[in-house]
């Protein structure tokens, strides 16, 4: 395990997917120095020289870690962590299209991890060329299906164009497109607007419905397998509306889904437009499954830019050097807060209302990747795997929960984010600063107040420091920054697996709960058509609370 | 300690304010108690008998704890820490006004701690009649504001009604009202908008204002103090919206403030609400910081109705059977979770999209209060207080973040809430279920799975279980089950600070953050006034970061 990264052949490489976390000598390492991590709170231990110095930066996007707790042989034993385990060795079989999501030995998806190839496009040369030449098809038939809106060619039935559209999704369906949609709205073509149903919950979207012209409304149904229960519900809840208004579903909707999946049917949809099996629904944004909406909202141009934002950080996150690579760093800084200084949590507070659901898309990413208890070897686990994501946007959650943060009982690493400018430039000077320099101003404040402290001779305005954080910081939120952000979040996630020795990308976890919703739901089917079932609520427990919480007192 | 509660003078219940969390004899059981927890996987043990008893019902609302890890010792023994801990009688002497927003022997706010007397009103009593009175009186201004709006008394300068309201306000100011509003907007009345400006970023307040008729726009300022920055500075920035609309600010600006504030200033505005010291922010839902606009945007009446809910749910706060009080029960069964069990963080996981930031305010509500490091003698805790709050609604959930619930490597405790009944009753069957079914269908086996778990032969598709929640069921979430769920975890949140010992009604641990950003921005506005500061960042690590961020690589 001693080579260093992306030098081996492929089977020296092949051996880093079974290198387990606490056999490597970085970990030991890590757990001596551990015992002493830097001390923020030390007169003079944020100086300006560190300050200037732990910084990286790729596309566009700075990394500060200054006000970390680590200090050069912290640093040092981090970058013999990323070679040990071939983190980048790795991403770049990822890249290639090695099957990664799998377990050795046992039953499981057995699949290559592509999402990177869908901004491959913009690439000298694709790494994986036959799946970028897939996504490229898909993208030029987008371009396609949007020039014809714009152009008059597809319109409604009383001839008139298309002003909003509905994404049908859930999960990676909903979280990643909406998160980018909201980021972006301020660069919206005018009179366009995307609305989302994701729940099962019918008042979701009946609220949605309520507020829409439908005649003028295009449906965007997205569903891999065609069959996820949430998104055919809402499909059919949608459809029906349509029928009562008189209008034919065949001319407003669209499906993104997998070729030959149930929903490949051209009969029922205007448009198809494919996903492909090497993308994990978590890791689709930069797919169909959210190019469409973001193509008919901001327009193909804008999608573009996305695109190229998250190729520029793709590219970035191959480089070895740590200080050099802020994926690779923020996942190695993770990893030394959660398994080394034992933060359970970690809270992402983006300075910027617009990204006021990224950190949900993030919580998604991250703890549906790395929420696993076995090795890629099917061994349970000898360390913790992914802790929880959580955060609201600041300024905001100063006024909430940010006292814990300070004055806690837990210790919560942050990753803040901010920009230096803001997005619509409709600003103000009040007392001589503007908004935007309120919410940097505030951001760098907290991120000092966290790592400094201060002592008070009243014990209850005291604040104890070294509480980690990093901020990342960009210019401005344009949609080549918000892919590259993307970007260096999901390939936070996916080196953090590969140092875990975890598969990031499957999901075996939430199949328990479909399986006893399942079951549930056919007793209510089998009593709704009169079959009685109740005499089996005796033995089985789902039955009698089910049973339990029909009742009322 | 020994006393049960509720019974002694004052006295003997004001000693109950210095008992150590450690010292309880309860504490040293429970702790006995959890090295062997209730095995939730063994055969039989989620008992449709277990179902049926571990109920707690009251205001409508039901708590179903079957899928704890507790059992009758552990029950017995929280009921034990419950009378040890005096927290019914505490909570008694909070609704008579006694002041326990304090820390003895240092500066704190020394204020009494009375949200519940904003429902009092209902109350055959009141417990705190002066600050009933008050309440009821700025209920009655507010009667007769919206009644003139109505009957079209009070109109724009055009004779036009008012369509929409604005409310400027962070933290306890949006918030709480924001959940609330979200969760009942079904019951809106036809034509009338409510919104909301927070941050200070500018971006929010554009998008926002990007999207009205100001003429027809009423504008609620909201701060106690007259004086957050964030909310002046975006009444600021909204005033001159209207300067520039050619519209006069004071026909459409409505002020909630403290009397006397710099805000409380008739010339200034439409109208003035107050709110008074003994609310705090995240506890002023119930008083005129929710109840302008809920009252304009849902009607008088339904306002009511919310006020009528939580006043149901206080009065069964005060029951000192654990299990006839479910905001005890879930504030005991968080502390056996949190505190001897070791788990966190608490996942609030509503199946309800209105409640989709129900559980932000939560989270605020929570963490602001039990985020705390010292007892209310000053003296460092020597166990932990509150956990890390956190949460999205299910369905959506099952589709992110669910896998690290179920086969994460940290246990993550869940409250899940549901309705029996949908709000609009816009619902469809497919196979044989509606969508309300399937999402109540859905919670049910989530919590089982959670808890029973299950084996297989295949690793990476086992589950583990042992993985607790509880369920909060009500019929349908209208203005009373809303008033009543808010004021169950208002009373949570407090029962378990009366237990830890800490106060949780004061924040002194944002106001160095706040401290160190005042200092940037002096920095920024001398700057921009020609004042050269530069020189300064060579020593001062925030001017030094401020430098850093500013810097273009």
Redesign the interface.
């Known amino acids: 395990m001693e080579q260093s990264a992306g030098t081996g052949g492929q089977g020296v490489v092949e051996s880093y997917f079974s290198c387990d976390f606490n056999m490597m000598t970085a970990w030991t390492k890590l757990g001596e120095l551990a015992r002493a991590p830097y001390d923020l709170t030390a007169p003079g231990a ?3 020289a560190r ?2 110095s732990y ?1 990286a ?1 790729a596309a566009g996007i ?1 990394l ?1 870690y ?1 006000t970390q707790r680590v200090d050069e042989p912290v640093l040092a034993a981090l970058q013999r962590l990323a070679e040990q385990s071939g983190a980048v060795a790795q991403f770049l079989l990822m890249k290639r299209g090695e099957v990664l999501n799998r ?1 050795e030995g ?3 998806e057995e699949r290559p991890v592509l999402h990177t190839a869908c901004r491959d496009i913009f690439a000298p040369v694709s790494l994986a060329p036959e799946v970028s030449a897939q996504a490229k098809a898909e993208l030029e038939k987008l371009a396609d299906f949007l020039a014809a809106l714009e152009a008059g060619a597809i319109v409604n039935v009383a001839g008139e164009p298309f002003t909003d559209l509905v994404q049908v999704g ?3 369906s ?2 990643g497109p909406r998160a980018l949609y909201l980021a972006l ?2 660069y919206k073509i005018p009179g366009r607007r995307v609305h989302f149903i ?10 949605i419905l309520n507020g829409l012209d439908l005649a003028r409304t295009l449906v965007n149904v997205v569903s891999k397998s065609g069959s996820t ?2 998104t ?2 809402n499909e ?2 949608v459809r ?1 509306a349509y029928a009562e208004a008189g209008l034919e579903p065949s001319r407003h909707f669209l499906a993104v889904t997998g070729k030959g999946s149930p929903m490949d049917n051209p009969a029922r949809y205007l448009r198809s437009f494919y996903m492909f099996d090497s993308i994990g ?2 890791y689709s944004v930069t797919s169909m499954v959210g190019a469409v909406l973001l193509g008919f909202g901001l327009g193909y141009p804008q999608l573009l830019e996305i695109l190229r934002g998250a190729n520029a950080m793709d590219l970035a996150a191959e480089e070895p050097d740590i200080r050099r690579n802020p994926a690779l760093l923020l996942a190695l800084l993770g990893i030394w807060n959660h398994n080394f200084l034992g933060c ?2 970690l809270a992402i507070l983006p ?4 990204l006021v659901r990224f950190t ?1 898309h993030l ?2 990413c991250d ?2 990747s ?5 090795t890629r070897q ?4 000898a ?8 955060g ?5 959650g ?13 210790i ?1 690493p942050v990753e803040f984010i ?1 920009f ?1 400018a ?3 430039g ?17 951001l ?6 966290l790592a ?3 002592a008070n001779e ?7 420091g070294n509480r980690p954080s990093a ?1 990342l ?1 960009a ?1 401005r939120l344009t949609p080549y920054t918000m892919g590259a952000l993307l970007a260096l979040y999901e390939a936070k996630v996916v080196f953090q697996g590969f140092i875990w020795n975890i ?1 990031s990308f ?12 399942g ?3 056919d007793h ?2 089998a009593r ?2 009169g079959q009685d079932g109740a005499a089996e ?3 089985d ?2 039955l ?7 009742k ?2």
Do not use: C
């Not at 360390?383 to 959580?390: D, N, Q, T």
């Open positions: 944020l100086s300006p300050i200037r910084r930066q700075d500060l200054a377990i046992y039953a499981s859930i999960g990676g909903d979280l709205a301020a994701s729940n099962v919950d019918p008042d979701d979207a009946a609220a229960l949430e055919l519900t059919e809840l029906q629904g978590r359970e949590t300075y910027s209302q617009a949900a919580q998604q703890m549906e790395s929420g696993k208890s076995v099917g061994k349970p686990l360390w913790k795997s992914g802790p929880i994501i959580w609201e946007p600041g300024t905001n100063q006024h909430a929960f940010y006292q814990l943060i300070h004055q806690g009982t837990i919560v901010g230096r803001s997005q619509y409709r600003d103000l000077l009040i007392e001589q600063t503007t908004s935007q320099e309120k919410l940097v101003a505030n760098l404040a907290q991120a000092l107040a400094t402290g201060q009243n014990p209850n305005r005291s604040f104890a901020v910081m210019d598969n499957d999901q075996e976890g939430v199949q328990l709960g479909k399986k006893l919703a079951r549930l739901l209510l089917a709704r058509e609520a005796e033995d427990p789902g009698a609370l089910l049973a339990e919480v029909s009322k007192v």
